[in-house]
């Protein structure tokens, strides 16, 4: 029964290149959520998808960064052009519906280092 | 605008001992809270939550309090083992926005 899975862990880029995210959500969940932590920070809500619909992208910065949740395969938090400002880790985390009282299970993060 | 408060970001506690962590928020909107724990390196693991219209829920070692009138919560967990030793996020959330707003967490450490 495996958890939340995000890949890679740690991702190391130079300023201006290009970092793709990815989360498999648990089996039989259908909305996935990301979250950023910069250090010493809690976690920041970025952006809730369900299956090939966003819902809710508020926390998202306008420019550079885009999420999506394809029918079939994971989903992908991709950020273009990054700065040294992106650094941070970078969670996922997915829930079977939504709703108030459904619990959101995280994945291990992916760590990124922009140079 | 943090609406969520975590003012103590470390806490030691003894082995044995109760461990009491605190949270404030302040957006009356919110009436779903939950407690996260992290180990370094980790994603958050869901601990315990609470509706707004409940004042008490208990599972095991952890007990979480809600006082509505006041806009905070604490987790209670006791008796406190070295496992404990992680850093604690409140978080909350409100009917209609799916988000989880975080506060910045509290570091415990358990002393043998």
């Known amino acids: 029964n495996a958890g939340v899975m995000q890949n890679p862990r740690h991702l190391v880029r130079r300023r201006g290149q290009e970092a793709r995210l990815r989360c498999s959500p648990m089996?039989?969940?259908?909305?996935v959520y990301w979250y950023r932590q910069l250090p010493e920070e809690g976690l920041k809500f970025m952006v809730y998808?369900?299956?090939?619909?966003?819902?809710?992208e508020s926390g998202m910065p306008k420019e550079r960064f885009s999420a999506e949740f394809p029918k079939e395969g994971p989903s992908i938090l991709r950020i273009q052009q990054v700065v040294r400002g992106d650094s941070a880790a970078y969670f996922c985390?997915?829930?079977?519906?939504?709703?108030?009282?459904?619990?959101?299970?995280f994945g291990p993060g992916t760590r990124l280092l922009v140079l | 605008d943090q609406q969520v408060k975590q003012n103590s970001p470390s806490l030691s506690v003894q082995e044995g001992r109760i461990s009491i962590l605190n949270c404030d928020y302040t957006?009356?909107?919110?009436?779903?809270f939950l407690w996260y724990k992290k180990y370094p390196a980790e994603g958050p693991t869901f601990l315990i939550s609470?509706?707004?219209?409940?004042d008490k829920n208990e599972d095991g070692r952890f007990t979480v309090f809600l006082n509505k009138s006041a806009k905070h919560l604490s987790l209670h967990i006791v008796p406190s083992q070295p496992g404990d030793s992680a850093v604690y996020f409140c978080?909350?959330?409100?009917?209609?926005?799916?988000?989880?707003?975080f506060g910045t967490g509290t570091r415990l450490t358990i002393i043998p």
């Open positions: 957006n009356s909107m919110f009436d779903y």
């Open positions: 998808l369900q299956k090939e619909n966003i819902i809710d």
């Open positions: 609470i509706s707004s219209i409940k």
């Open positions: 978080a909350a959330r409100y009917l209609g926005n799916e988000k989880l707003t």
């Open positions: 089996k039989g969940h259908s909305h």
């Open positions: 985390a997915s829930s079977p519906e939504g709703g108030l009282q459904e619990t959101q299970y």
